[in-house]
């Protein structure tokens, strides 16, 4: 993954998790991405805290997953995140979900994600100094 990614998940699959071939089931992909997403959001700023006090949400608004390598009951995964894109009221970003053992790249997901605010439940502008802190890392 490219620079400015981090550490945002680690897990394990678990049998219960499994599709009928055996492979991890596609919910069971997107549910670590989810957890990833919001380490992430909590790591760059868009805390528990601060959604809870600021009236604002993140929505999903568009959501790729690509399927590159099946992963089994047992396989210990890592998924790396980076911030892609900001925009004025969002962001999109890039997961990418490894096998702990082998390093191949399991899965990837490009989301972009809206923040809202939870009373009107239109798109607002992000925070200007979040944004900032955010292109920053960008460049």
């Not at 670590?32 to 006090?53: E, H, M, V």
């Not at 568009?62 to 399927?67: K, L, N």
Request: proline share 3%; hydrophobic share 40%; charged share 25%.
């Amino acid at each position: 993954m490219a620079e400015g990614a981090r550490v945002t998940h680690r897990g394990v699959v678990y049998p219960r998790e499994l599709d009928h071939m055996g492979h991890m089931n596609v919910v069971s992909y997107v549910a670590k991405f989810d957890q990833a997403t919001w380490s992430f959001f909590s790591d760059i700023g868009f805390t528990p805290t601060y959604l809870r006090t600021s009236g604002r949400a993140l929505a999903a608004v568009r959501y790729d997953v690509a399927y590159r390598k099946e992963l089994l009951a047992g396989d210990v995964v890592t998924v790396r995140t980076r911030l892609v894109r900001v925009g004025t009221s969002s962001l999109t970003y890039v997961h990418e979900m490894t096998n702990g053992e082998t390093g191949e790249v399991a899965a990837t997901a490009e989301v972009t994600g809206v923040l809202i605010d939870r009373a009107s439940r239109r798109s607002t502008p992000l925070p200007q100094d979040l944004a900032d802190r955010l292109r920053a890392e960008l460049d």
